[in-house]
């Protein structure tokens, strides 16, 4: 199986602050990857596919890079309703498999 | 606008069969995308259970395969999931989702609000 690892798990930032995220696949996913906010009570809603392609309706603050092992969600400018964990999902194999997740706290 | 909706008993006792449906409007399930299960233990991350395609193609997490069953009704706009032997790990929220197809397997564009299902005696 291929394993995502989040890093940092927690995340301390203020409102307006440019936040990164970073996701590492144990082997070269090429660019299948998706990202996922999810929020207390609620289920994920997806930010961004194919590792940089941003979905409908999602702000554009958010952005997402990479490719192979190391890829990147940015959000440029923190916004009150950002704090949230947010996931990563890798998509290259019949065994799709998710990232331990990102919280993003107030600091 | 897709909608899912999972449905399905909220307690099952330890070595029995946990049984839900997911049930999709404003959408054909027959259209071409992937139909998936995903879960979530209490205070940890997204596990990944288990996708079906339309046409009745399945793929499973191998840790669970043994255990695990995931059929698709089209003509109730359902697609279902059965896990059997369960213990209290699999204690968890249980999400439905819709993927999206790509050159390689799917990414989840649509989630059910899910449901918790507990495993006790």
């Known amino acids: ?21 970073t ?8 660019s299948w990857l998706a990202w996922y906010q999810q929020k ?12 940089s392609s941003l979905e409908s309706g999602v702000p554009s603050r958010f952005s997402g890079s990479g490719s192979g092992t190391e890829f990147t969600l940015t959000i440029s400018s923190l916004q009150p309703d950002d704090f949230a964990t947010y996931y990563c999902q890798q998509y290259n ?7 331990q997740g990102t919280k993003v706290e107030i600091k | 606008q897709v909608q899912l909706q999972e449905s399905g008993p909220g307690l099952v006792k330890p070595s029995e069969t946990l049984s839900l449906t997911c049930t ?21 991350g997204l596990d990944w259970i288990g996708t079906i395609y339309h046409g009745g193609s399945t793929y499973y997490n191998p840790s669970l395969k043994s255990r695990l069953t995931i059929s698709i009704d089209k003509s109730k706009s359902q697609f279902s999931l059965k896990l059997s032997s369960v213990t209290a790990a699999d204690t968890a929220v ?4 819709r993927g999206r197809p790509t050159p390689m397997v799917s990414y989840f564009d649509s989630w059910g609000q899910g449901t918790l299902v507990t495993v006790s005696s």
Do not use: H
């Open chain 1, 1 to 21: 199986d291929i394993q995502m690892t989040q890093s940092p798990s927690t995340l301390s930032a203020s409102v307006g602050d440019r936040v990164t995220i």
């Open chain 1, 23 to 30: 996701c590492r696949a144990s082997q070269s996913i090429s």
């Open chain 1, 40 to 51: 207390p009570g609620k289920a994920p809603k997806l930010l961004i596919y194919k590792a």
């Open chain 1, 93 to 99: 194999s019949f065994s799709e498999t998710f990232g």
């Open chain 2, 24 to 44: 999709v409007s404003d959408y054909s399930i027959n259209s071409d995308y992937y139909w998936g299960w995903i879960r979530q233990p209490p205070g940890k």
């Open chain 2, 94 to 97: 249980y999400y439905c989702a």
